[in-house]
């Protein structure tokens, strides 16, 4: 018989062989990744907003596991729910039953999105959320097409990524699915042009896109779902990273009033504890689909509604609910905003700071920025180098965890979790204007130097993206 695992001795003896064990079994280019951008710590704690490395270090995450992390780390009422429930040990995937959690949950979920949404369907991802999306547009309008904006991320299935608006992403898994197609961000013309062919089931769009922080002018959405309106095509809001709460309200697209016909969501809604995603979706859309009794599993997934998945996303939304986070998100996301603004003004490494709520973006102007064009080697890692050497500055000089999206044009993106403080919004601001300050002035040559130290010593290529 199987004896009782230590998994605190467990833990520590992975911790120790972390290194080894990546590069013998897992993925060798990550490890390689990790360690050449200088971001190669062991974290032994997390609680809240922050994180502490072995070295007793504490670290700001405002990178929140990609927002997961919408509550920071091991909130006492989701853990405390979790552990109810791990005790209780309701009957898991019974599967012909009508599952409880699954019906509480999906109850409380449309409460808070409101709309038009009348049904749910939970999944394990957001990328699983958006290839049942996708099914359920193309049966209900029964066209082959989609659309996406350019710089869009909408997961990296293959479904999911013939809608990505990353040409990097998508090279070499192709050819993707048939009458995908990719128009350029907030062009309503050529919206309109595509969409005439009534070939297009749905439109699927990020509120705030996740790789560039950028959101559509005012109107131009409702504007979007109009035309949408008009030709029979299907409206899908990519929420995986912006809702619940995340831009100052639970779901992006109520700052618009728009309600789109199918809303998908993932990463926050499980407090980062279990992964869970969603599907809302409209009535008829729905009954597209799940059109009979013989029909009625046309669509379905071995683990989802999962009973911890499903405690830990009624415990989450209590917490975002009860603890007013959406209200919180949007107004310190409106103070790091105006923050950022007052501590880089003048700085000329800062093209643009973007974002919504405590979702927020530091365009980097490249030309402002002294240049390694001519150190041998490393000419066409340049761009990608700077972004990653003021995600290394950041941490390394201010103990804040954050990240660099876009290697041509380098952003700092900064998503904490909604638990942050006024202390960590000034943190953030005044730690992201000393980096910016260093990037200019050419002050922070070590951090590059060290990437590039790191790059030779661990004989690592990189392709320019």
Known sequence: MAERIDVAALIASARENARESHFGHMNPAFAKLVELIGVDRSYV????????????????????????????????????????????????????????????????????????VDRVFFTNSGTEAVEAAIKFARQHTGRPGLLAWSDSFHGLTCGALSINGNEDLRRGFGPLLPGAAIIEFGDLEALERALSSRTVAAVVVEPVQGKTLRSLAPGVLREAHALCKRYGTLLIADEIQTGAGRTGAFLAVHHDGVEPEIVVMAKALSGGFVPVGAVLVRSDVWDSTFSSMDRSVVHSSTFHEGPLAMVALI???????????????????????????????????????????????????????????????????????????????????????????GARRPLLKFMPPLVVNEADVEAIATATAATCRALGAGRFYGAMRSVAGNMVRSGLGLSPA
């Open 45 to 116: 704690r997390g609680e809240g907003q922050y994180l502490w490395d072995a070295q007793g270090n504490r670290i700001l995450d405002c990178l929140a596991g990609y927002g997961a992390l919408a509550l920071g780390r091991a909130h006492p009422v989701v853990v405390d729910a979790i552990s109810q429930c791990l005790t209780l040990a309701p009957p898991a995937w019974v599967r012909w039953e009508l599952n409880p959690l699954a019906a509480e949950a999906a109850r409380r979920l449309k409460l808070q999105c409101g709309g038009g």
């Open 315 to 405: 415990a989450t939304l209590e917490v975002i609910v009860e603890d007013k986070l959406a209200a919180r998100a949007a107004e310190l996301g409106e103070l790091l905003m105006r923050r950022l603004r007052a501590e880089c003004a003048g700085i000329g490494s800062v093209r643009e700071i973007r974002g919504k709520g405590l979702m927020i973006g530091i365009d980097l102007d490249t030309a402002r920025i002294p240049s390694f064009a001519n150190v041998p080697l490393l000419g066409r890692f340049t761009e990608p180098m700077i972004g990653q050497a003021a995600i290394m500055e950041l941490l390394e000089a201010h103990s804040i965890l954050a990240q660099t999206t």
